[in-house]
């Protein structure tokens, strides 16, 4: 079951890269979000090929933490508080949702205790939406600039959701605009980022965000089913 589903996630996936503009021409990495499943569905999917998982919750993510026997890669995709930030450093590999100095500091020092370099994404609240998490675009660039300076993190890139649209093409501009601000971020000489990754895209609107040139998606539902709360 879930292992017809990542399949059919797959295909879309290299679907929509036949479709969008010749000037990206980057892979696309699928994470599979999951939250609220267990870790025998994760097992499942890394056993069917999963390579990289994404969790939102810190406390849900340590125990899967210490029980998954497979190797995966592990990302952090839901909001953080700063307070959570020394038990985010000891599991994940890449922390998408840094949206404030405050937070980039938490980590920087979180991670210097355990000898880490911490990569990690911003996240762009680019619609404004106040009830979402991000930094907004203009403030942006001050941000980048900052973690850029930390020893201890290293910025990868940028992240972003999409606002729930009724018609989900409505993200397609908003989407084209995230791809245009990373393809400028990416040509900054930075000291130590390495920006190679523009993470959106979710179950229901991934297939326009590879489109757009996202090379990061998050997709739960798609391959897991509905979650139960
Ligand atoms: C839950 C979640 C996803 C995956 O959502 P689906 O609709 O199940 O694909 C992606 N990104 C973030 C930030 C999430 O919290």
Known sequence: MIKEKLLEVQN???????RR???YTDDVLLIAVTKNHDVHAMREAIDAGVT???ENRIQEAKEKYEHLD???????I????????????????LIHSVDSLRLAQSLDK????????????VQVNLAHEATKSGIYEDELMEL??????MKNLQLMGLMCIAPNYENVEDCRPLFAKMRKIFDKVKEISWQTANIKYLSMGMTHDYTI???EGSNMVRVGTGIFGPRQY
């Open 70 to 76: 497979r190797q995966a890669v592990w990302h952090l």
């Open 78 to 93: 839901g909001h953080l508080q700063t307070n959570k930030a020394r038990q985010a450093v000891k599991i994940f590999d």
């Open 12 to 18: 879309h996936i290299a679907d929509s890269r036949t």
């Open 209 to 211: 965000a590879v489109e």
């Open 144 to 149: 980048l600039l900052q973690v850029d300076e």
């Open 52 to 54: 990289d998982i994404g």
């Open 110 to 121: 979180a991670a210097a205790e355990i000898d880490k370099v911490q990569q990690v994404l």
């Open 21 to 23: 503009s010749d000037e």
